[in-house]
């Protein structure tokens, strides 16, 4: 790997380096697990040499022994069950549900177990659990395997959900969920694991869960998202500057807890918004950004809170169904310029 940036005159400063999305990962598990006894991990076989089914984990159970990376039955329901156990008894586990649509096969332990039990137990039970899990449309994975499920998730009280779009982010974001006291859904888009690169610090690098990133200032509209469509509200900022319209995009990062001030001091700036995400239009969390937008900046609202979302029907497989099932850059620009008439 090449050093991106040198190491300044403080030797505590940690050099970054440039390395892929999944790497960034892999380092921030191996990290967690050095710094900590009491962190493991479980999942499908994702012990070497395979290392999982994207070789996340490669090199990481010959490192600290199957004991503390755990390959499990094909079975969500003992995965999520064994680590919500060890959870409430001091541990930290980090679960891998492989893919997002089968964290529906153990809800009951996820939704109604970790994520209520400090609610139930008075605060007298902490639930340090993180949840990995991977998702993405437009690999040809089917319906079943596909579906960006946050809007569940972020609306059941007492789970925290993370989504991570730049490598420097995917570890930051990781270390601090897996040192957070309450569980955490972690959500990868698998679209990002080889194609995002970028500078990642060493060490025990971290980013405090709620706190979105101005990933492009601007003061003309604002485009909000988070996950893979980020990279998409960027690319489609360049295509805008380049007719004099300068858009600001906000990386939220982490859907609970939100930096809802960092969205209303952008939107209330630039009074205009456009939320994009993979998830189906319908009810998703770009309804309620829309919603608590409008109702804080109604007044300072230049134009309608717009959303670009997935269409209304499951994932299709053939992959031309798939590129017109997706929230697309042309649409996404096409959406910003109807702003400006």
Excluded at 48 to 56: A, N, S, T, V
Excluded at 128 to 150: C, I, K, N, W
Excluded at 297 to 322: C, I, K
Aim: net charge negative.
């Amino acid at each position: 790997m090449t050093v991106h940036s040198e190491l300044r005159a403080d030797a505590r400063t940690p050099v970054a380096r440039e390395m892929m999305f999944i790497q960034a990962l892999n380092e921030a598990l191996d990290v967690a697990l050095g710094l900590d006894e009491t962190v493991f991990q479980l999942g499908e076989d994702i012990h070497d040499p395979k290392g999982g089914g994207f070789g996340l984990h490669k090199g990481l159970s010959t490192k600290y022994g199957l004991e503390r990376v755990r390959p499990t039955p094909i079975s969500e329901q003992a995965i999520m069950g064994a680590a919500v156990g060890a959870a409430i008894t001091g541990m930290r586990p980090v679960a891998e549900i492989m893919l997002m649509n089968f964290l529906s096969v153990c809800g009951d332990q996820l939704i109604n177990h970790a994520a209520k039990l400090r609610y139930m137990s008075g605060g007298q039970t902490n639930v340090p659990l993180t949840v990995r899990t991977v998702t993405g449309a437009g690999g040809g994975f089917g319906a079943q395997h596909s579906d960006m499920l946050e809007g569940p998730l972020v609306h059941t009280p007492g789970l925290k959900v993370v989504v991570p779009s730049t490598p420097a982010d995917a570890k930051g974001l990781l270390l601090s969920s897996i040192f957070d006291d309450d569980p955490v859904v972690f959500i990868e888009m698998h679209h990002l694991y080889f194609a995002a690169k970028g500078p990642v610090p060493e060490g025990d690098h971290r980013v405090p869960l709620g706190q979105a990133r101005i990933a492009r200032p601007g003061s003309d509209v604002t485009l909000i998202s988070w996950g893979k469509q980020v990279h998409d509200c960027l690319a489609v900022a360049e295509n805008l500057a380049a007719d004099g319209i300068d858009a600001e995009v906000i990386d939220l990062r982490s859907l609970v807890p939100l930096d809802i001030d960092a969205v209303l001091g952008s939107v209330g700036r630039t009074g205009r918004a456009v939320i994009v995400h993979e998830a189906v239009r319908r009810n998703g969390f770009g309804a309620e950004l829309a919603a608590t937008i409008s109702e804080d900046l109604f007044g300072q609202l230049r134009a309608p809170v717009r959303r670009v979302a997935a269409a209304n029907t499951p994932v299709p497989y053939a992959s031309s169904l798939e590129a017109a099932y997706l929230p697309s850059r042309p649409e996404i620009e096409k959406t910003v310029r109807d702003l400006f008439g």
